[in-house]
């Protein structure tokens, strides 16, 4: 069992920067793929990024390459999304997920634990 906890969630203009922590509690956590994902105002939950037990497996959205950076601490039990370049189309509640297996996926359903979100607005 995994628990998780968003934070770092905020106003910001466009082109500036956020990072978002997932805190993690569970024995668990460690052997266990995360993802990130964000729902924008009136649209459906989107895929951003996922990356590998170990770390050393990351994929993201088109929309986000280039611009977004996951990554865990283990030792921490903690993931992050580092976002920069941001626009105004990032708004969104953003949501941590992990997965009961040490590969990476892109699909919601893929997802066995979930954070209660963290909303980021971009301002124009």
């Known amino acids: 069992q995994v628990q998780l906890v968003e934070s770092g969630g905020g106003l910001v203009q466009a082109g500036g920067s956020l990072r978002l922590s997932c805190a993690a509690s569970?024995?668990?956590?460690?052997?266990?793929?995360m993802g990130w994902f964000r729902r924008p105002p009136g649209k459906e939950r989107e895929f951003i990024a996922t990356i590998s037990a170990s770390g050393g497996v990351a994929d993201y959205a088109d929309a986000v390459k280039g611009r977004f950076t996951i990554s865990r601490d283990n030792a921490k039990n903690e993931g992050y999304l580092k976002m920069d370049s941001m626009k105004v189309e990032d708004t969104a509640v953003y949501y941590c997920?992990?997965?009961?297996?040490?590969?990476?996926?892109?699909?919601?359903?893929?997802?066995?634990?979930w954070g209660q979100g963290t909303q980021v607005t971009v301002s124009s």
């Open positions: 997920a992990a997965r009961n297996s040490r590969r990476t996926r892109i699909e919601a359903e893929d997802y066995n634990y």
């Open positions: 569970g024995r668990t956590f460690s052997s266990s793929a």
